[in-house]
């Protein structure tokens, strides 16, 4: 893995723009929740870190991470948030069409991107094994949650830059 030797979750918070104001849904794949839950967990504390307000964080739960598309979708329909994050680990040895759900949440995930006016933050982890999953979970190489609780912040500051 690229990673196998970093710690993706460390940045230099005095970079980081505030969230303060910003409203954010989470979605979040219950496949694999020892794992999710925590990548999760790890994107709340950060955009607190930054400012957003309990009130402005919500949190909703697909069945796996095929779902993340759908759910995405149907939160940015209510028109009710600045960015969704989107959640879920897609374990390699373990998931036969692994491939399958990988490459329809990296295309559905795109697909809304560049169709709805708002960021969607692709935080699916993809390791060959749970060990790995945990190393990126909170282990030793971070928690993937927070550099998805970073992109959505620097995302939606980036479009309140432009407009
Ligand atoms: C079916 C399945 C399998 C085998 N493995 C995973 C996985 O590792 N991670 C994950 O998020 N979801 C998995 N799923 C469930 C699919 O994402 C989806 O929920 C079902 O295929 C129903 O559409």
Redesign the pocket.
Same mark, same amino acid.
């Given at each position: 893995m690229a990673s196998a030797l970093k710690n993706l979750s460390k940045h230099d918070s005095s970079k980081i723009p505030s969230a303060k104001g910003m409203r954010i849904a989470l979605v979040v %794949?219950e496949?694999?929740d020892e794992i999710t839950y925590a990548l999760r967990d790890g994107a709340i504390d950060t955009l607190a870190q930054y400012g957003a307000k309990e009130k402005n964080i919500s949190v909703h739960y697909v069945?796996? %991470?095929?779902?993340l598309t759908a759910g995405a979708k149907w939160l940015a329909d209510t028109k009710k948030y600045d960015a969704v994050i989107c959640l879920?680990?897609?374990?390699q040895g373990?998931?036969?069409?692994f491939d399958f759900?990988c490459n329809a949440v990296a295309i559905g995930l795109t697909d809304l991107n560049t169709t709805y006016n708002i960021p969607f933050i692709f935080g699916v982890l993809t390791p060959e094994n749970m060990q790995q999953a945990k190393a990126r979970a909170g282990g030793k190489h971070g928690n993937k949650g927070v550099e998805a609780a970073v992109t959505a912040i620097k995302m939606v500051a980036l479009k309140k830059s432009l407009t």
């Open positions: %794949s496949w694999n069945p796996g %991470s095929f779902e879920g680990c897609v374990i373990e998931t036969r069409h759900i």
